[in-house]
């Protein structure tokens, strides 16, 4: 019989609905932790794991990580003395009301590897997130903030109106959908669906998105580099002829790509 | 580090016309009492909170109410993050201390000036997020009026070069040129900061102007030798 405690959170505690979000597993002076985003050997958690959660806490995703942290720390630092651990698990709403331990449970199972016992029990309670409906454009673009962490920075900015003096009679103004100021670095992006788009639509975005990081690039504000397009997959021929149009003038990423987070932080920072 | 900003519950209608455009709303908190344990929580958290907000040193806000015959203090709740961190581990101290070498600093002559031997876990800190940096101090039941002692005991220990603060998380953590620096700023503060910021003009609760009056007193004494008390207890820090 192997011991455990789900660690819940609790988005809207007042209506006392939790969300399985981890486990500690407790066999004789054992004790294994997984929770959701945690990956095998990677420093960083995978905040898009915890996307499920309500918006309202999607910019604060990275305080999962410091729980995990925390959680990790309470099982090295107390090193298998299990009643210190439970006394500290029993504390924790002193921290937050979101968070909280279950009580132990027990799981019968005969495993010659104690941690195949954690993966089992964290699928059984915990699992991943299942998908409700095939990721949209908007989607992936959310799960790109979130794994670049550029969604947490508070120097990552959305929908910003740049007003540019090209003349002393001359004034443009364009609009990015995000953008990103630390350093003496300036990124400016802008986001075109291309799947599901019509094309009459599509040519506006194209054209806007060519006149703002030309304006952009014009007034020295931001390099071919630092301007980027988000695009998804384009469907046919006639829409990939939109994305060569606006290589000439930015830097293109497909976000259903899995080195998007990547490239585009790499750029930003 | 950003300013720290408190969760709105609520916003109504405009209340009147005006260039700041007013309007009514209202903000989360958590309320704290005097009770049995702590009989002078809410006057000493008032105490804290002032000399905290007058001499910049990173702590939550907070602030008086009245729910009923008697003040409480409303603790309020800081909105970002949105998801609470959790409080800081022991061994998390050293990095914590790295990361915010001056908060950590002005955070320990504070505890000083105020008698506080309860900072360990009273502390969030993010450390694990470089892009939002988050140090702030909080709880200060167990410091000032401490409630171990009877109220004149606790002042008179406060009016002396006593430590009090005996054991704090960062103690030989922070380096000695913040450690005086923030000694310095402290004594610096005038007199009349001091203790506007310990006399309320009122019986607070259980505390009235006397009492007030009399930690003031000794506060201002403690601030005059504050350099004298780290040095006497030979505090360790960083050279």
Known sequence: MIEYRIIQFFPQPERAEAKNIGVIVFDEGWVGFKALGMIERVDKPDYTAYSFLPKVYHDSLWVFGEWIRWFQSLCRDTEGNNEHIHGELNQLALHSPLFHVTDSAYFNTQFERRNDALDLIFLDVVGTPTKTKEPVFEDHLEKLLIKSELAFDPAFESGIEVTATLDINEVAVFILDYFYAKNEKLVGIKNIRLQKAQYKALDTKVNDAIYAFTTAQNINMLTKNTSIVLIDTPPNQRKAAYVSRLQAVATVIDITKPEAATKLLNICT | ?239
């Open chain 2, 1 to 239: 580090m950003d300013k720290t900003t408190y969760t709105l519950r609520r916003m109504y209608k405009k209340a009147a016309k005006g260039i700041t455009n007013p309007q009514f709303c209202t903000v989360n908190a958590v309320l704290k009492s005097d009770g049995i344990e702590s009989p002078q929580c809410v006057y000493n958290e008032v105490v804290a909170t002032n000399i905290a907000q007058t001499l910049h040193v990173p702590n939550a806000m907070g602030v008086l109410t009245k729910p009923n015959s008697e003040h409480c203090f409303a603790s309020l709740e800081i909105a970002k993050p949105s998801t609470p961190l959790p409080n800081i581990r022991k061994g998390w101290f050293t990095d914590a201390a790295k990361l915010y070498p001056d908060q950590a600093a002005a955070l320990v002559v504070f505890d000083v000036f105020i008698g506080n031997n309860d900072r360990y876990q009273n502390l969030k800190v993010s450390l694990f997020n470089e892009n939002n940096p988050i140090f702030c101090a909080f709880d200060h039941s167990h410091s000032l009026l401490h409630p171990y002692y009877p109220t004149d005991e606790a002042i008179a220990l406060l009016h002396t070069d006593e430590l009090l603060a005996k054991q704090h998380p960062f103690y030989g953590l922070i380096e000695c040129q913040r450690l005086n620096d923030w000694c310095l700023r402290f004594m610096e503060a005038s007199d009349y900061l001091i203790r506007e910021c310990c006399e309320m003009g009122h019986t607070l609760n259980t505390v009235n102007v006397i009492t007030q009056r009399k930690l003031a007193d000794a506060l201002v004494w403690r601030k005059d030798n504050l350099q004298h008390i780290i040095k006497k207890h030979g505090i360790q820090c960083i050279k």
